[in-house]
């Protein structure tokens, strides 16, 4: 399977997981742990980006999104993975 269609499928899970969290169903001890389990799932199949400037950037804007949002008990880690498409 290609890279870009694993990612996707592992992106729309972590999605499902949250709409499914955001009705009440999941505590946010079982987020953290679902969300560290998909966070692992997917750096199995994808190789991360290793450009410094690249990463960097990326995850300083991400920074900047989760500080311009609510306040959330999660922590927020931003990946760039490494594909030609």
Not at 48 to 63: S, T
Request: contains cysteine; aromatic residues 8%.
């Amino acid at each position: 399977m290609q890279t870009s269609k694993r990612v996707a499928r592992a992106v729309l899970a972590v999605y499902l997981a949250g709409a499914t969290a955001s009705c009440g169903t999941l505590s946010v001890e079982d987020e953290k742990a679902f969300g560290h389990e998909a966070q692992r799932s997917i750096r199995q199949q994808v190789t991360l980006m290793r450009d410094r400037a690249v990463v960097n950037y990326i995850r300083q804007f991400g920074a900047e999104l989760v500080a311009a949002g609510r306040p959330t008990p999660f922590d927020v880690r931003w990946y760039v993975i490494e594909d030609e498409e």
